[in-house]
């Protein structure tokens, strides 16, 4: 493979200007991730730990191997909203007994535990991931049931999760159940559609409808144990497959049953055991992104600090320059990389991109993509040059497309050119953002100027007068809006993503997220659509 050399210079101005702008994304991205940790505060917290039980993290920590590591998944939902920051779950990808598995914890101090409305997203957001890569579920569970008073956003969608539950299981794809508290209603579910339950003694509550609600609907006097204790359901129900004495020993029975899974990943395994780092640190990668979203950068700099050797061999590097293509390896993982060069996808572009999806699909090698694109251009002399079809060329070859992809966001993510380079609408495997990183129908100013345009023609057509203070005034209140909800944070706060991540972990991300897919098959696509040529 060709090698690549660096032109980054660490004593250039824009080198420390870019730096410092990413590090105060970043210690905002940390402040949201703090208030995520924080759970319901140290009050709920405190108590918790008091009644003997562990905090989410903590029973995730046990859970998984030793010094493995845990790619914690959308880790700031709910941010900017009226529920607290994390959205009262934890979800994400460990390694447990040598098996890559989805991980969900319900957080009890956060309200209950209580599914909101982004709790719902993030747990189905979840199996979404387990299906899609063939990863085993497992759900720790201590949850009071849905949040009453945002019902009407999660009863009907929230039967999602059942459905969900038995796809896995008949997908062949073990799902299992640790009960430590509450599985309450239609909580109760979960533990009864898992392919392996385990409940903690005197700890979890396992019914339908708990006591006062039995005594209003029947008449009936009963207490928890008798109505859906772990003991009982371990010896009279039969919901319960394993009893457990305390939390930790609901853990260890769980990592007991991943080591009986007799699991074995269906695709390809490294091409390269022991694969080279790359040659750059990637220190750098914090002063790669321009402070000026509008500056592109060269994504180069960024294969050179993440693919193994810093090598890449770059497919048609000569035409459709404003888009970079080629392949190369992240943690022995072969890959085929899209990264956006200068912003703007032209016509060349889009046809470059159509025949190097096909090449990845022919020869099974999933497809990295690293967004940084301001949209497909637009203007008299592109239409007649068939931008449209060209980009409807692109776009039909990302949609069709069957080996997996992951994209990543580094910087700006506009207009048709996020569903080019597939956005979340066009379902990657994995969705990740850096945090300086936007995205949005089209920039603040431009999207503020098409206002301002239509406004004005509207008041020309029926004769009136334009009032320029109130258009600059709506202008900066438009750019202002828009500004704020194309932020990595906004963004990643209503699931538009997987998670925002530091981009000196770019290469952990991509090598954790290849070897998650790598747990299904690798299989291209054998037909794509009808191309516009």
């Given at each position: 493979m060709t090698v690549m050399e660096t032109a980054v210079d660490p004593r250039n101005p824009s080198y420390l200007e870019n730096r410092s702008a990413m590090l105060d994304r970043l210690h905002e991205f940390e402040d949201a991730l703090d208030d995520a940790r924080a759970g319901g505060g140290d009050k709920y917290v405190s108590r918790h730990h008091a009644r003997g039980k562990l905090l989410p993290r903590e029973r995730i920590e046990l859970l998984v191997d030793q010094d493995a590591p845990f790619l914690e998944l959308s880790p700031t939902a709910a941010w900017g909203t009226d529920f607290p920051v994390g959205a009262s779950v934890v979800s994400g990808i460990g390694v447990i007994e040598g098996v890559e598995c989805v991980i969900v914890a319900n957080d009890p101090t956060v309200r209950g535990g209580a599914i909101n409305p982004y709790a719902l997203k993030k747990t189905q957001r979840a199996g979404e991931i387990a299906l899609a890569n063939r990863l085993p579920l497992v759900n720790l569970v201590e949850s009071g049931g849905a949040d009453l008073p945002t019902q009407a956003e999660i009863f009907i969608p929230g039967g999602g999760v059942f459905r969900d539950l038995t796809r896995l299981s008949a997908a062949g794809i073990p799902t299992i159940s640790v009960v430590f508290g509450n599985a309450t209603a239609g909580g109760a579910y979960v533990p009864g559609m898992s392919d392996y339950t385990i409940m903690v003694r005197h700890q979890a509550k396992v019914f339908l409808a708990g006591p006062p609600l039995v005594r209003m609907a029947t008449g009936?006097?009963?207490?928890?144990?008798?109505?859906?204790?772990?003991?009982?359901?371990?010896?009279?129900?039969?919901?319960?497959?394993?009893?457990?004495?305390?939390?930790?020993?609901?853990?260890?029975?769980?990592?007991?049953?991943?080591?009986?899974?007799?699991?074995?990943?269906?695709?390809?395994?490294?091409?390269?055991?022991?694969?080279?780092?790359?040659?750059?640190?990637?220190?750098?990668?914090?002063?790669?992104?321009?402070?000026?979203?509008?500056?592109?950068?060269?994504?180069?700099?960024?294969?050179?600090?993440?693919?193994?050797?810093?090598?890449?061999?770059?497919?048609?590097?000569?035409?459709?320059?404003?888009?970079?293509?080629?392949?190369?390896?992240?943690?022995?993982?072969?890959?085929?990389?899209?990264?956006?060069?200068?912003?703007?996808?032209?016509?060349?572009?889009?046809?470059?991109?159509?025949?190097?999806?096909?090449?990845?699909?022919?020869?099974?090698?999933?497809?990295?993509?690293?967004?940084?694109?301001?949209?497909?251009?637009?203007?008299?002399?592109?239409?007649?040059?068939?931008?449209?079809?060209?980009?409807?060329?692109?776009?039909?070859?990302?949609?069709?497309?069957?080996?997996?992809?992951?994209?990543?966001?580094?910087?700006?993510?506009?207009?048709?050119?996020?569903?080019?380079?597939?956005?979340?609408?066009?379902?990657?495997?994995?969705?990740?953002?850096?945090?300086?990183?936007?995205?949005?129908?089209?920039?603040?100013?431009?999207?503020?100027?098409?206002?301002?345009?239509?406004?004005?023609?509207?008041?020309?057509?029926?004769?009136?007068?334009?009032?320029?203070?109130?258009?600059?005034?709506?202008?900066?209140?438009?750019?202002?809006?828009?500004?704020?909800?194309?932020?990595?944070?906004?963004?990643?706060?209503?699931?538009?993503?997987?998670?925002?991540?530091?981009?000196?972990?770019?290469?952990?991300?991509?090598?954790?997220?290849?070897?998650?897919?790598?747990?299904?098959?690798?299989?291209?696509a054998e037909g794509f659509g009808v191309f516009r040529m």
């Open positions: 009936e006097i009963t207490d928890d144990e008798s109505l859906g204790g772990a003991g009982m359901h371990a010896g009279t129900s039969g919901l319960a497959d394993y009893l457990a004495e305390d939390e930790r020993d609901g853990l260890r029975l769980a990592r007991q049953v991943v080591r009986r899974l007799n699991w074995r990943k269906q695709g390809p395994g490294p091409r390269t055991s022991n694969p080279t780092p790359p040659k750059y640190d990637v220190e750098d990668l914090l002063a790669i992104a321009s402070a000026d979203p509008r500056t592109p950068f060269d994504p180069r700099e960024v294969l050179l600090r993440t693919l193994d050797g810093s090598e890449f061999d770059e497919f048609k590097p000569g035409y459709g320059t404003a888009l970079v293509t080629g392949w190369g390896e992240v943690h022995g993982y072969p890959v085929g990389v899209l990264a956006n060069a200068r912003g703007v996808l032209f016509s060349e572009e889009s046809q470059k991109a159509a025949q190097f999806i096909q090449l990845a699909n022919a020869s099974d090698t999933p497809l990295v993509f690293l967004q940084n694109t301001t949209g497909y251009m637009v203007g008299a002399e592109y239409e007649q040059r068939g931008i449209i079809k060209h980009g409807a060329l692109m776009i039909n070859a990302v949609s069709n497309s069957k080996v997996p992809h992951i994209t990543i966001n580094l910087g700006a993510s506009y207009g048709a050119g996020n569903y080019g380079m597939c956005g979340r609408a066009y379902e990657p495997r994995f969705l990740f953002t850096w945090p300086n990183a936007k995205s949005a129908v089209m920039g603040p100013a431009q999207l503020a100027g098409v206002l301002s345009i239509v406004a004005r023609q509207a008041a020309e057509a029926k004769g009136q007068h334009y009032d320029e203070d109130s258009d600059q005034a709506m202008r900066m209140m438009v750019e202002q809006q828009i500004d704020t909800q194309s932020t990595a944070l906004f963004l990643s706060g209503r699931l538009y993503d997987d998670g925002i991540i530091d981009p000196r972990d770019t290469r952990t991300v991509l090598g954790l997220s290849l070897s998650a897919i790598h747990n299904a098959p690798i299989k291209g």
